[in-house]
């Protein structure tokens, strides 16, 4: 793998700069502030980070070759395979994630509870309405993301409440509900699970009973982010109810993979090789992340022990 090569000082001195003008050029491109966190990263923060998910999206795709392609296909891809919108940091998981959310929420509510999808491109809305769940609504600030899920919807005469929404400000009343579950899959950063969980907080009436399904990559979150996830999770009297790693799969937006895979293959073949190390997976098509079941606290809960969180994204199971 050549991982722990990563973290030899000579490596560390050719490599760094150039991860950092890859963030740099990325955060011009998209104009995506997420890569500013690479740019201060701890470089062995992000080894483990790229090794986590080299091994992650390896071992998927060992899977992958036994799947049918219709379960690697993720929901608004256009003909070409092009994730379609990217301005609001869409990246719809595989057909595969959407059958396991719905596992997962089977085994959380019952098919008539009242379910919000806090952002959905991955239409999962759809898909809970045509498994049978009754009163699902997906709000989205993305009026193509929901055109496009009120379309379908009609198309396959399911019932699904559309809310146009930006989770960042203070929703209308008429859009609070006593919903059982919210489903969120934020952008993944510590930065964007607060908006997104704390945006989809704010769409229930409180009683106590919510469960959320939050979709997020924990090893992305870097350290910080993590001690800041549970100080989220305390603020807002949450707790883990499961941890799913690994559940979600989403393949990598092509030009996204191009660019930066591209850049991660020249490394490795002029930087590295002359070494004597190779760098696995440095074109990964997949995309591998965790869910957290979280729920509200009850009076004897305890605070949340900062393990909990951290246990499962465990740096040190991918160092070897
Ligand atoms: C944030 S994206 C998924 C991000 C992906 N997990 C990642 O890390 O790149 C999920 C959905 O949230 C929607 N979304 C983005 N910003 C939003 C906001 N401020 N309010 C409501 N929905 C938003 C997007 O349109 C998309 O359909």
Redesign the pocket.
């Known amino acids: 793998l050549g991982i722990s090569a990563l973290r030899t000082p000579r490596i560390r001195a050719r490599l760094q700069p150039a991860f950092r003008a890859i963030a740099r050029a990325l955060n011009l491109w998209l104009r995506n502030a997420?890569y500013e966190r690479v740019l201060r990263a701890r470089w062995d923060a992000l080894v483990d980070l790229y090794a986590e998910q080299a091994l992650r999206s390896a071992a998927f795709e060992e899977r992958a070759r036994s799947m049918p392609a219709g379960e690697l296909r993720a929901a608004?891809v256009d003909a070409e395979g092009q994730n379609l919108?990217r301005?609001?940091?869409?990246?719809?998981c595989t057909a595969a994630t959407l059958r396991e959310r719905i596992r997962v929420i089977s085994t959380i509510c019952s098919r008539d509870a009242p379910i919000l999808l806090?952002?959905?491109?991955?239409m999962l809305s759809l898909a809970l309405a045509e498994a049978g769940f009754t009163d699902v609504t997906a709000?989205?600030?993305?009026p193509a993301?929901l055109d496009q899920i009120h379309i379908e919807a009609q198309l396959a005469g399911r019932s699904v409440q559309i809310v146009q929404?930006?989770?960042?400000?203070r929703p209308p009343a008429a859009f609070v509900r006593d919903y059982a579950l919210v489903v969120?899959?934020?952008?993944?950063?510590p930065d964007?699970v607060r908006?997104?969980l704390q945006?989809a907080l704010r769409m229930v009436t409180p009683h106590g009973n919510v469960r959320v399904l939050l979709?997020?990559?924990l090893a992305?979150q870097l350290p910080e982010g993590l001690e800041q996830l549970e100080d989220l999770l305390n603020a807002n009297d949450l707790v883990i109810e499961r941890f799913l790693p690994g559940c979600g799969v989403?393949p990598n937006p092509r030009r996204l993979m191009r660019v930066v895979f591209g850049v991660l293959w020249f490394l490795d073949h002029t930087c590295l090789r002359s070494e004597g190390i190779t760098l696995a997976a440095t074109t990964p098509k997949y995309?591998v992340?965790d869910a957290l079941v979280l729920r509200a606290r009850g009076p004897q809960a305890s605070r949340l022990p900062r393990a909990t969180v951290l246990e499962g994204v465990s740096p040190q199971a991918v160092r070897s």
């Open positions: 997420s608004g919108r301005r609001h940091h869409q990246l719809p806090a952002g959905d491109d991955d709000l989205d600030i993305d993301v929404h930006d989770l960042s400000q969120t899959d934020p952008i993944c950063t964007g908006l997104f945006g979709c997020t990559h992305s989403y995309f992340s």
